[in-house]
């Protein structure tokens, strides 16, 4: 059982953004029996990014771990749901890492190697 509880952790949650100040969401990291780290991403209310001001192309969603080392986890798409209007998007993927910090950048590309846009959303490190 203590093994469970402490393969979990808390949600990391979004700080309020000025460049998408209707955003918001959450980072949920659990560690699995192989000792890599699921990370979920949720977020409602990102505006699509062609919409920011400069318009951009892509949000790519990049972490950093313990040892000051950044990667990138993915690009996310908002979309809307069937009976909603909300915009929300996901990620889900598995590190060998724990993250200490989340962030979203808006990009010009989704091929950027490394963040060069705006900080969107972030978590606290």
């Not at 991403?41 to 919409?51: F, I, Q, T, Y």
């Not at 993927?93 to 190697?113: G, L």
């Amino acid at each position: 059982m203590l093994a469970v509880l402490s393969s979990c952790s808390p949600k990391m949650q979004f700080q309020n953004s000025s460049i998408v100040p209707g955003a918001s969401g959450n980072v949920t990291v659990k560690q699995d029996k192989n000792k890599n780290y699921t990370i979920h991403l949720d977020v409602v209310n990102l505006a699509p990014p062609d919409k920011l001001d400069p318009p951009q192309n892509a949000y790519l969603v990049w972490m950093e771990s313990d040892n000051n080392s950044l990667k990138k986890l993915g690009q996310i798409t908002t979309s809307t749901g069937l009976f909603s209007k909300t915009f929300k998007a996901d990620l889900t993927v598995v590190e060998t890492v724990k993250p200490d910090r989340v962030f979203i950048t808006a990009e010009r590309s989704s091929d950027t190697q490394y963040p060069d846009g705006p900080v969107v959303l972030t978590t606290k490190r």
